[in-house]
């Protein structure tokens, strides 16, 4: 049984704070649940920091399916998210369950949806089947053609109504929890304050009831990073210099130096079988 379940994340409003990460593979994965993380997310947006598309909009229901397996073999304490990836719920709600319940089956604990009132009943739908949804407005990539782009939300009398009627729907709905993001601190304070499952922000301020990052981002993989995010670490550059260093070792002959191989220490021990093994390759070449 898992430690982090989508009960114990609604338990956790107003108590702790929800500490949520992206991961994509199995050390990544291995790594963010030693580290403590309460929700190890398989993001779409591997489809950009993977995959290095423009967007999210190209990525399958066939990656999101491996990149789970792959994220729930390292995971033993966090509860395993994954993302519905763009057009694999939007169209049918038949075709939205039966993908959903590919994602579990493929490992993950709960799965998550963009939009609020427009997917209620799918929403629904999933939870009476048993399937944890986690909601997700504010700036809603998938759709960020009709948004005009990656923006900040919630500017507007009528972006702050459509929050507020999101995350009232998906907590109606069932969701245990929803994703705030690139949403005015405000707006996000509001959105939180008006329902009883935990908000999860994502450059939507302190006033919710925990943050997530993207794997990539916060270690500093990529130089370019979205205005919100915190770098914690340059592992981009310390990767670099470490290859730098490796190349210059290969050309300069230091290595594999002495300690990195091994060879026989009895020099006439392996002519013998030098010799034997090249008159059978002869023998057989006849």
Same mark, same amino acid.
């Given at each position: 049984?898992?430690?982090?379940?989508?009960?114990?994340?609604?338990?956790?409003?107003?108590?702790?704070?929800?500490?949520?990460?992206?991961?994509? #593979?199995?050390? &990544?994965?291995?790594?963010?649940?030693?580290?403590?993380?309460? /929700?190890?997310?398989?993001? #779409? &947006?591997?489809?950009?920091?993977?995959?290095?598309?423009?967007?999210?909009?190209?990525?399958?229901? %066939?990656?999101?399916?491996?990149?789970? +397996?792959?994220?729930?073999?390292?995971?033993?304490? @966090?509860?395993?998210? @994954?993302?519905?990836?763009?057009?694999?719920?939007?169209?049918?709600?038949?075709?939205?369950? %039966?993908?959903?319940?590919?994602?579990? !089956?493929?490992?993950?604990?709960?799965? +998550?949806?963009?939009?609020?009132? =427009?997917?209620?009943?799918?929403?629904?739908?999933?939870?009476?089947?048993?399937?944890?949804?986690?909601?997700?407005?504010?700036?809603?990539? !998938?759709?960020?053609?009709?948004?005009?782009?990656?923006?900040?939300?919630?500017?507007?009398? $009528? $972006?702050?109504?459509?929050?507020?009627? =999101?995350?009232?729907?998906?907590?109606? @709905?069932?969701?245990?929890? /929803?994703?705030?993001?690139?949403?005015?601190?405000?707006?996000?304070?509001? @959105?939180?304050?008006?329902?009883?499952?935990?908000?999860?922000?994502?450059?939507?301020?302190?006033?919710?009831?925990?943050?997530?990052?993207?794997?990539?981002?916060?270690?500093?993989? *990529?130089?370019?990073?979205?205005?919100?995010?915190?770098? *914690?670490?340059?592992?981009? &550059?310390?990767? !670099?210099?470490?290859? %730098?260093?490796?190349?210059? =070792?290969? +050309? &300069?002959?230091?290595?594999?130096?002495?300690?990195?191989?091994?060879?026989?220490?009895?020099?006439? =021990?392996? $002519?013998?079988?030098?010799?034997?093994?090249?008159?059978?390759?002869?023998?057989?070449?006849?």
């Amino acid at each position: 049984m898992k430690e982090v379940t989508p009960r114990h994340i609604i338990e956790m409003k107003g108590k702790e704070p929800i500490v949520m990460v992206t991961a994509y #593979d199995y050390p &990544s994965a291995l790594i963010a649940d030693r580290a403590g993380m309460d /929700i190890i997310f398989v993001g #779409d &947006s591997l489809g950009m920091v993977v995959y290095g598309e423009p967007n999210t909009l190209n990525v399958s229901m %066939e990656q999101m399916i491996l990149h789970t +397996k792959a994220v729930a073999r390292g995971v033993k304490k @966090a509860l395993v998210l @994954a993302d519905m990836p763009f057009g694999s719920y939007e169209i049918d709600t038949d075709e939205g369950m %039966e993908n959903a319940v590919k994602l579990i !089956q493929a490992g993950a604990d709960a799965v +998550k949806i963009e939009g609020g009132y =427009d997917h209620r009943k799918l929403v629904r739908k999933l939870v009476r089947m048993g399937i944890p949804v986690m909601g997700h407005t504010g700036l809603t990539p !998938q759709r960020y053609l009709r948004l005009g782009g990656y923006r900040l939300m919630g500017e507007t009398e $009528e $972006e702050i109504e459509e929050i507020i009627r =999101d995350v009232k729907a998906l907590e109606k @709905a069932g969701a245990f929890a /929803i994703v705030l993001e690139f949403t005015l601190a405000d707006v996000a304070k509001l @959105a939180t304050e008006e329902v009883s499952i935990p908000t999860i922000g994502i450059g939507s301020g302190p006033y919710v009831d925990g943050q997530v990052l993207v794997w990539h981002d916060l270690l500093g993989i *990529y130089e370019n990073v979205p205005p919100f995010v915190k770098k *914690y670490a340059d592992i981009g &550059s310390m990767i !670099q210099l470490a290859l %730098e260093s490796y190349r210059e =070792d290969v +050309k &300069s002959l230091q290595f594999p130096s002495k300690e990195h191989y091994w060879e026989y220490l009895d020099k006439n =021990d392996f $002519e013998m079988k030098k010799r034997k093994a090249l008159e059978r390759m002869k023998e057989g070449e006849q």
